[in-house]
């Protein structure tokens, strides 16, 4: 499929459906659907319209050969996209991540398979372009326990290979920060900029799934509009060095999002993590803007990130699957 075609598949009551590739003036068909499979397949993954426009301008996408949406007349009933990062995971693995839905009135018909069919062969193709014979793997969400996304997934020799938990804490009142020795706990500016995505790759160089961020990406994650830097913790040492960090978002109003959090290694052991997510929970709670702040945290983390989120009252909201199915060498 190129940029300027469409095809139509037929459909049961002899209508056919029509799929072509996602565009800017398909952003709020787009956006409904999305916050549809966020309410009945209840990952709670919404988005705004604002933020997935944002998303068809990433670098290294292109929305005429790394989408397709599929429509019932004027309503968007499906749609799947690709993104491959340009630099490896902490293995040397290439990774193709595919992600999409079906609406819950249009399921059972093969849609999704369909929807594979189509896009797996282009997130093949570009992690050929750009991990050449490199070890890859192509990897999906798999929704919650028992979801129709795992079995589907299941069917076409993807594996559950993380759990994924969803926790929650309510911003109810201001909490005390530690202070750290010679450290200076701040909110990120674009000063911060590179001395973060430095801190962030060496803090997650062996972490499962993780790869170096390049300064193009980091700068689309550092200036999304989704960002809330005035509610993000940086710890800096007396060179000014980001040792840990607390980077957040807001995509659902009055619920922030924690996106990352990391300790340099070398830094590790003397709670700065604790200390910046503590600041951030005080200025999201003390702003008035939020009601809760949400992160997500690898199950199977070696860091001990959970107990960390537990210690400072974080509770379980759900646990979602990642899928992968490895390409062959």
Same mark, same amino acid.
């Given at each position: 499929?190129?940029?300027?075609?469409?095809?139509?598949?037929? +459909?049961?009551?002899?209508?056919?459906?029509? @799929?072509?590739?996602? =565009?800017?003036?398909?952003?709020?068909?787009?956006?409904?659907?999305?916050?549809?499979?966020? +309410?009945?397949?209840?990952?709670?993954?919404?988005?705004?319209?604002?933020?997935?426009?944002?998303?068809?301008?990433? *670098?290294?996408?292109?929305?005429?050969?790394?989408?397709?949406?599929?429509?019932?007349?004027?309503?968007?009933? %499906?749609?799947?996209?690709?993104?491959?990062?340009?630099?490896?995971?902490?293995?040397? *693995?290439? +990774?193709?991540? !595919?992600?999409?839905?079906?609406? /819950?009135?249009?399921?059972?018909?093969?849609?999704?398979?369909?929807?594979?069919?189509?896009?797996?062969?282009?997130?093949?193709?570009?992690?050929?372009?750009?991990?050449?014979?490199?070890?890859?793997? !192509?990897?999906?969400?798999?929704?919650?326990?028992?979801?129709?996304?795992?079995?589907?997934?299941?069917?076409?020799?993807?594996?559950?290979?993380?759990?994924?938990?969803?926790?929650?804490?309510?911003?109810?009142?201001?909490?005390?920060?530690?202070?750290?020795?010679?450290?200076?706990?701040?909110?990120?500016?674009?000063?911060?900029?590179?001395?973060?995505?430095?801190?962030?790759?060496?803090?997650?160089? #062996?972490?499962?799934?993780? $790869?170096?961020?390049?300064?193009?990406? @980091?700068?689309?994650? @550092?200036?999304?509009? &989704? /960002?809330?830097?005035?509610?993000?913790?940086?710890? !800096?040492?007396?060179?000014?060095?980001?040792?840990?960090?607390?980077?957040?978002?807001? @995509?659902?109003?009055?619920?922030?999002?924690?996106?990352?959090?990391?300790?340099? +290694? #070398?830094?590790?052991?003397?709670?700065? &993590?604790?200390? &910046?997510? !503590?600041?951030?929970?005080?200025? %999201?709670?003390?702003?008035? %803007?939020? #009601?809760?702040?949400?992160? $997500?945290?690898?199950?199977?983390?070696? =860091?001990?990130?959970?107990?960390?989120?537990?210690?400072?009252?974080?509770?379980?909201?759900?646990?979602?699957?990642?899928?992968?199915?490895?390409?062959?060498?």
């Amino acid at each position: 499929m190129t940029e300027t075609t469409t095809q139509t598949t037929d +459909r049961p009551g002899g209508t056919a459906y029509r @799929w072509a590739p996602l =565009s800017e003036a398909d952003v709020p068909a787009w956006a409904e659907l999305v916050n549809h499979l966020a +309410r009945v397949d209840g990952t709670e993954e919404f988005y705004r319209e604002e933020d997935l426009r944002e998303e068809l301008t990433f *670098s290294g996408f292109d929305p005429g050969r790394d989408s397709v949406a599929v429509w019932d007349g004027d309503v968007m009933v %499906a749609f799947t996209t690709v993104s491959v990062p340009r630099t490896p995971d902490h293995e040397g *693995s290439g +990774r193709g991540y !595919l992600d999409g839905g079906v609406h /819950a009135d249009h399921r059972r018909r093969g849609l999704g398979r369909a929807l594979l069919d189509r896009m797996e062969p282009r997130a093949v193709e570009l992690v050929g372009e750009r991990h050449g014979t490199a070890p890859a793997y !192509l990897r999906a969400g798999g929704g919650l326990h028992g979801s129709s996304a795992s079995a589907m997934l299941a069917r076409r020799g993807y594996r559950v290979v993380r759990y994924y938990n969803e926790l929650v804490r309510p911003l109810d009142g201001p909490v005390e920060v530690p202070p750290v020795e010679g450290v200076t706990l701040v909110s990120p500016g674009a000063e911060h900029e590179e001395a973060v995505r430095l801190a962030h790759n060496d803090a997650f160089r #062996d972490h499962w799934g993780s $790869g170096e961020q390049s300064a193009e990406s @980091w700068h689309e994650r @550092w200036t999304g509009r &989704a /960002a809330r830097g005035d509610v993000s913790t940086v710890a !800096l040492d007396v060179d000014g060095r980001a040792l840990a960090y607390v980077l957040c978002a807001e @995509w659902v109003d009055r619920e922030l999002y924690v996106n990352l959090v990391g300790t340099v +290694r #070398d830094a590790r052991g003397r709670g700065l &993590a604790r200390a &910046a997510l !503590l600041r951030t929970i005080d200025l %999201a709670a003390r702003s008035g %803007a939020y #009601d809760t702040i949400e992160l $997500g945290v690898d199950s199977e983390n070696p =860091s001990g990130a959970t107990r960390l989120y537990e210690n400072v009252g974080f509770t379980l909201k759900h646990q979602v699957l990642a899928m992968q199915r490895d390409l062959p060498l």
